[in-house]
């Protein structure tokens, strides 16, 4: 068994000169190419012992006797692998700002209010399908020090591990419509718009509950694995 | 063809520890927290210390990072459940001083492979995480077929810890002479 090779011609750069963090912290050598070995094919397992019920709904997990301000949304979607199979029972992570903008983090100190009782953080496993879902609230944009008047469009952010430590992934996820995206130095580290438009979740009218929340739909795709035709492993394959 | 193209790579940003280590963050949500367990009695094997940095290219430390460290047992098995030794856990250095501490057990060789850690980074700045390993000074590295095909010395020297006797060192450099061999595996 083996991955597909990662195409990083998709992926950011190491180094995107416009988001200059990147500047000091982006490799400068060639990273070393190998096929995954026994170390990268496998991975941590997680299970439901490790998780509770509601830890994916934000919109209650750290309520202290009111809701969260904000627009009631379910993200939800299916985690799939480059040869479209869906990944199931794996662990899916997401955190985000609050409906104003502002982290729950003691180093964010952006002048908007935290919400007393949203905490920002949810996690769930995939099941048989790869399905997973959330219940939150739309996160705000919010300024950052980059250039002097950058903002960064709507986004939550989503960790993935797929079966294999290779497979690891953290991305963001945007909103439909959102017309900060074309102007975000760190959506623009990624050269293709075509990989742009996969971090785009459209509205899912569908899935909205009437008169409570709308919905987003968020597919993540994490590398293919296959069986090669002429495995020569002593240990099998 | 009918394949779909892997979800690109965007930063975990500086508040990834809201996600993925609440507690770090400054608060408490979780009954359990995933990735901080210590090792437990029973689990056999020795007992190791790995301390370190990761440090940018205008050589300061990366305060904000995020480290995963995937790892077999001391038999040199990785784990296919999640009941036992996981083989798994998170990082996070002190926000001050960059400064991180894991605690640990000494894995076993892996086939060819000479005992390791894969580790996984990510922090504001870092577009795609970065994956690299860490080998212990005091095992036999000679066979090791990642740190073979290495073709500079020199730079195969920052795969490797230093220290002993269960105290190891090791510190992580993103850029300049001493930048590590990162993996593109």
Request: without cysteine; hydrophobic residues 25%; negative net charge.
């Given at each position: 068994m083996t991955l597909y090779q990662r195409d990083r011609t998709w992926h950011p750069p190491a180094?995107?000169?416009?988001?200059?963090?990147?500047v000091a912290r982006s490799p400068r050598q060639a990273m070393l190419s190998l096929e995954a070995t026994a170390s990268e094919l496998s991975g941590p397992r997680f299970g439901h012992?490790?998780?509770?019920?509601?830890?994916?709904?934000l919109i209650t997990n750290y309520a202290k006797g009111g809701d969260p301000v904000g627009e009631r949304i379910i993200v939800h979607g299916r985690v799939l692998d480059e040869n479209r199979r869906p990944v199931p029972h794996t662990l899916v992570e997401i955190w985000q700002a609050n409906a104003g903008g502002r982290?729950?983090?003691?180093k964010d100190q952006y002048l908007a209010a935290i919400d007393?009782?949203?905490?920002g953080c949810g996690r769930t496993l995939t099941d048989a399908d790869g399905r997973y879902a959330f219940r939150t609230i739309k996160p705000g944009a919010y300024p950052w020090r980059n250039w002097v008047n950058n903002w960064r469009p709507a986004h939550i952010h989503v960790s993935v591990f797929g079966?294999?430590?290779?497979q690891r992934l953290i991305t963001q996820m945007y909103f439909e419509g959102d017309p900060l995206i074309a102007h975000c130095p760190i959506v623009k580290s990624i050269p293709d718009p075509r990989a742009i438009e996969a971090l785009i979740a459209p509205l899912d009218l569908n899935e909205a509950k009437p008169l409570d929340c709308l919905a987003y739909r968020f597919d993540i795709v994490l590398r293919g694995r296959r069986s090669t035709f002429f495995e020569n492993r002593p240990e099998g394959n | 063809m009918d394949y779909l193209k892997e979800t690109p790579s965007q930063t975990a940003g500086p508040y990834v520890h809201i996600g993925l280590a609440p507690a770090a963050a400054g608060f408490d949500i979780y009954e359990h927290e995933l990735?901080?367990?210590?090792?437990?009695?029973?689990?056999?094997g020795e007992r190791i210390t790995v301390t370190g940095r990761v440090i940018d290219g205008m050589g300061?430390?990366?305060?904000?990072v995020l480290i995963e460290v995937w790892q077999a047992d001391a038999s040199g098995r990785y784990a296919?459940?999640?009941?036992?030794?996981?083989g798994w856990f998170r990082v996070v250095p002190?926000?001050?001083?960059g400064v991180f501490t894991l605690n640990t057990i000494r894995p076993g060789a892996n086939g060819r492979q000479a005992p390791h850690l894969s580790l996984w980074l990510v922090a504001r700045g870092i577009n795609v995480g970065l994956q690299t390993r860490m080998y212990f000074?005091?095992?036999?590295?000679?066979?090791?077929p990642v740190l073979n095909l290495i073709e500079q010395p020199h730079r195969r020297a920052t795969l490797i810890a230093t220290g002993g006797k269960g105290s190891y060192d090791f510190d992580i450099h993103l850029?300049?002479?001493?930048e590590t061999v990162f993996l593109d595996v």
């Open positions: 180094l995107a000169p416009d988001y200059k963090t990147s012992s490790d998780i509770a019920p509601g830890d994916n709904d982290y729950r983090h003691k007393p009782n949203f905490g079966h294999s430590f290779a | 990735g901080f367990d210590p090792v437990s009695e029973d689990v056999p300061a430390p990366v305060k904000d296919d459940g999640a009941e036992g030794f996981r002190d926000f001050e001083t000074p005091d095992a036999d590295n000679s066979a090791d850029q300049g002479e001493k």
